[in-house]
């Protein structure tokens, strides 16, 4: 079941119609392909298929006008959940979508009686960082090393209160 939102987005564009779902196995290939025009490091497609079939992972696609433009995959586990992945059709960002997209998340994390979302940024994606800290994100811990080109990680975790 899909939730049909109407929301006023900045001031100089027209009212549109954006909803939320759960990822399902066949956003892979759109996954990918909003993933790779974001990153010089995109998840290859069998972390997205494997993320988007485990029970244990919360998902939420973002669709606007029709057009899957957004999504966002957390791992729970009891009351914590790892924030594994979030991005936005470069089309649409700097445009309130990532934080629509993340509101919608933390109000289903809520649901889920999660109480702290955790998650690893590379150190150099300030933008990401800037997103994060807005969202009331606070950085906890440096994990160093931890990608794959040795980039450090930075640790940032938002309490979510009931
Ligand atoms: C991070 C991301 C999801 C933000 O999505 P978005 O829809 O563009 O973000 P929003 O328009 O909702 O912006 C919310 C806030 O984030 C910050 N932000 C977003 N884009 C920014 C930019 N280019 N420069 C600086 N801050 C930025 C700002 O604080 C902004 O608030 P403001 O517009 O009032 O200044 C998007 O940039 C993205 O998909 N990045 C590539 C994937 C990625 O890096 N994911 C994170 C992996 S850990």
Redesign the pocket.
């Known amino acids: 079941m899909s939730l049909v939102i109407f929301i006023i987005m900045k001031p100089t564009t027209r009212p549109i119609n954006i909803s939320f779902r759960k990822l399902l196995l066949n956003d892979v290939e759109s996954l990918v392909g ?2 790779r025009l ?2 010089e490091h995109p998840w290859p497609v069998s972390h997205f298929s494997s993320s988007v079939a485990n029970n244990n992972t919360l998902s939420c696609g973002l669709i606007v006008e029709q057009k899957l433009i ?1 999504y966002a995959l957390t791992l729970v586990a009891l009351e914590s959940a790892d ?1 594994l ?6 089309n ?11 509101t919608h998340l933390l109000i289903q994390l809520k649901e889920a009686t999660v109480s702290s979302l955790i ?4 150190v150099e ?4 960082i ?6 009331g994100f606070e950085g906890v811990g440096i994990r160093e090393k931890y990608y794959s080109n040795q980039e450090d990680a930075k640790i940032m975790k938002l309490h979510i209160s009931h």
């Open positions: 909003i993933e974001n990153t957004g924030l992945n979030i991005g936005i059709h470069p649409y960002k700097r445009q309130g979508f990532g934080e629509s997209l993340l998650l690893e940024v590379r994606n300030h933008i990401a800037n997103f994060y800290q807005k969202q």
